[in-house]
């Protein structure tokens, strides 16, 4: 299988503990995408990397979430002092892009985090 | 206001019928893509269509066809012959740019159910 994975499918962890998702691209992505989603509603946008360097990172990303993209290759999402509220899907995406076009992105499964 | 707005919370038909998802954008950009996913009850979020702002031309792939209309800032998501496996939930999304790069904003998606 060539698409995009994530790991772990399911996580479940107590307020105030550390988590950490990993996200495998496409490997010939050169983009890649953070999002998460809630219940009934639309993936929000949280940052994302050309190669290794991160370019853009949304106001919904508070100082206890950090993300990376060493080698430009696999990414990694932690989560300082997980808080109910950041119990979410949490869904990796990428694409193959080039200047100023934006092509589709391929998402994930998504990791689902639940903070008791 | 919302960037991109999916108006039809939830929208439910009998198998065979046709039907209409509605989507209205909102940007400052004179270029910018939309995107239409699908995401079944399993979860993964599949790509539909990319659509970019200069290109208006009506699309038609097999029983799926997408009306984009600038003047309105539509895209609208036609299904016909409805399908008990085109149950899924519908997102609409706008790529513009936001900082240094491009960010893709969902709407909140439509529930679609076809019932046999």
């Known amino acids: 299988d060539t698409g995009v994975s994530q790991d772990p499918r399911h996580k479940i962890t107590k307020r105030g503990q550390n988590v950490t998702f990993r996200c495998d691209p496409i490997s010939e992505h050169n983009r890649l995408y953070w999002y998460r989603q809630t219940l009934g509603q639309g993936p929000e946008f949280l940052t994302y990397f050309q190669n290794e360097a991160q370019l853009e990172k949304s106001r919904l990303l508070s100082d206890r979430f950090s993300a990376e993209r060493p080698k430009g290759s696999f990414s990694t999402l932690e989560i300082q002092r997980t808080e109910q509220g950041d119990s979410a899907m949490y869904l990796c995406?990428?694409?193959?892009?080039?200047?100023?076009?934006?092509?589709?992105?391929?998402f994930g499964p998504g990791t689902r985090l639940t903070v008791l | 206001a919302q960037k991109v707005t999916q108006a039809q919370t939830e929208i439910s038909v009998v198998e065979k019928e046709d039907v209409t998802l509605d989507c209205v954008y909102e940007?400052?950009?004179?270029?910018?893509?939309l995107f239409w996913y699908k995401q079944p009850p399993s979860g993964e979020l599949v790509f539909l269509i990319r659509?970019?702002?200069?290109?208006?031309q009506n699309e038609i792939s097999g029983r799926y066809s997408w009306n984009f209309q600038k003047s309105t800032s539509s895209f609208n998501f036609t299904i016909t012959a409805s399908q008990v496996v085109d149950s899924a939930v519908y997102f609409c999304a706008l790529s513009e740019w936001a900082g240094s790069a491009r960010q893709l904003t969902f709407g909140s998606g439509t529930q679609l159910t076809v019932l046999p």
């Open positions: 940007t400052r950009d004179t270029t910018y893509y």
């Open positions: 995406a990428s694409s193959l892009s080039s200047g100023g076009a934006d092509n589709e992105q391929f």
């Open positions: 659509r970019n702002s200069f290109d208006e």
